[in-house]
């Protein structure tokens, strides 16, 4: 039975076989004509050359050096601050704390700025986002909100507004008779050049002096930037050092250029005296302080108390124009009122 099956088995193959070996194919026929040709795909447009992209700013010539030459002298390069990286601090005085703020508009960044880097080209200007000379631009144009309140628009100084300001603080309110001062730092911080240009934020005490602006604010179409980005001289002043004095072979040379246009013949910013004026100011402000106990004559911080509401608003008035560096330059006339008329409210 088994040798059967396998019989049948071989005797089937067998047959496959030799049916296979009768279907035999034929010569091949000649190639058919060739068919129409394919519609040809669109040219892609040419890159452009990278090398002469980059080579808008990075060439031979100096321009771009002139400007990291001059940097190279600015306080936001070597001031060394930059290290104050604690979030209430770094959107101020680091670059990657100030791009934070500038996405959130929170007065803090959300954490410590771990290995800040200084105030830099990409701090200001939008540096390598689109490789064209519209990397130029300002990373701040608009008008700029103050953090103590008030809106203010100086041209290309928007840029500088945002840190140039004063820090938060309380300004004495004159319907209560006195004030308490909680901290030795108490007051505007350092740097609240935007705030007095514009005559915000001091203590607006009734005297002899109204409270008006010097023309500045208005006349100065860029504000900051037209003064103290005045033609440079070499790597000292003006332009991107931001420096308004420098020293030459000895002596301190005043960049003067940002001033003559429209004080014809200064030699100096003590125009008119009006420095040494606001200058004078202070130190009899200073004494009166001193003399009210406020002000401490070791660390020339503030004794922390309560006082009269008239004492605290002359300690503010004080530390603000103190603090903004310019005796009287950047807002004369507002300076001067806040000044005498503390000094008055105390003589009373
Ligand atoms: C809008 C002007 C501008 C253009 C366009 C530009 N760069 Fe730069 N580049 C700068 C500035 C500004 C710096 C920073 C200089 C400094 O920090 O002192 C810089 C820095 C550099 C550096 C040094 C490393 C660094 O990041 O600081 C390199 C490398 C560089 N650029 C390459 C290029 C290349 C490649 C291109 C083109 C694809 C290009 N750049 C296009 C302005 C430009
Ligand atoms: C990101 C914040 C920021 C911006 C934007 C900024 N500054 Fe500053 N600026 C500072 C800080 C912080 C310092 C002090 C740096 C230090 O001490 O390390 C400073 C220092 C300066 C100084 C030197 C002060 C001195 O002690 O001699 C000048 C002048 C100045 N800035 C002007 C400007 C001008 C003008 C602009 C606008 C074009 C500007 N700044 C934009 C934060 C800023
Ligand atoms: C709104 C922006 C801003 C914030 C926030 C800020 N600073 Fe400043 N700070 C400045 C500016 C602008 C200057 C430079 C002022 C000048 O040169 O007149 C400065 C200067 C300083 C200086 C140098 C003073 C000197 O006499 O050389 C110190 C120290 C300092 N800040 C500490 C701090 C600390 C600590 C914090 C956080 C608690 C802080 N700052 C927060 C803007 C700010
Ligand atoms: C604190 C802000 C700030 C920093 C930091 C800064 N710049 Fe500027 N830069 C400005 C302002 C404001 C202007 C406009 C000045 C004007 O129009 O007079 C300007 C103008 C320029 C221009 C002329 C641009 C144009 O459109 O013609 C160049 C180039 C330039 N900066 C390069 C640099 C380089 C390179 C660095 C770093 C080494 C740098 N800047 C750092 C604020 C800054
Ligand atoms: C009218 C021109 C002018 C304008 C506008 C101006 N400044 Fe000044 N600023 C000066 C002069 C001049 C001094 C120096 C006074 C001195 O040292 O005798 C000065 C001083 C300063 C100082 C102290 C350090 C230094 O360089 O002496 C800072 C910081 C400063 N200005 C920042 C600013 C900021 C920020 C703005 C814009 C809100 C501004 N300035 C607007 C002319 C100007
Ligand atoms: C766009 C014109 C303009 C520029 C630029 C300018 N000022 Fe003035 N400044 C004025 C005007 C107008 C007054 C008001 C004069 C008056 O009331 O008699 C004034 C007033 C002043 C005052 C008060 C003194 C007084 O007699 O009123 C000082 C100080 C001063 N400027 C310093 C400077 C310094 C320093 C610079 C350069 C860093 C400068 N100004 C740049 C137009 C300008």
Known sequence: MQTKVILSVWFSFLIMLFAASCVKEGPQGPPGANGTDGIDGVDGVDGADGAEKCSACH???TDLFAKQVQFSNS???????????????????????????????ADATAATIEDPTPINCRTCHMIHETYDITDYDLRVTGPVDLINGGTVDFGKANMCINCHQSRPYQIPDMANDSTAITSSRWGTHHGPQSSLVFGLGGFEIAGSLE?????????????CVSCHMADAFGDSGGGHTFNM??????????????CTACHAGAEDFNINGAQDEIEALLEELEELLLAEGVLNPNSGLWNTGTYRTEVAGAALNYIFIEEDRSLGVHNYEYAKALLT????????
């Open 75 to 105: 306080i936001h390069r070597i001031g060394g601050n930059f290290e104050r990286n604690a979030p209430s601090c770094a959107i101020c005085h680091t670059h990657e704390g100030f791009l934070e703020r500038l996405e959130t508009g």
């Open 211 to 223: 409270y008006v602006n010097s023309p500045h604010k208005d006349l100065i179409t860029d504000g």
């Open 59 to 61: 060439s031979a010539g």
């Open 245 to 258: 004095k420098y020293e030459s072979h000895g002596d301190e040379v005043p960049n003067i250029v940002a």
């Open 341 to 348: 008329n503390s000094i008055e409210s105390l003589k009373n």
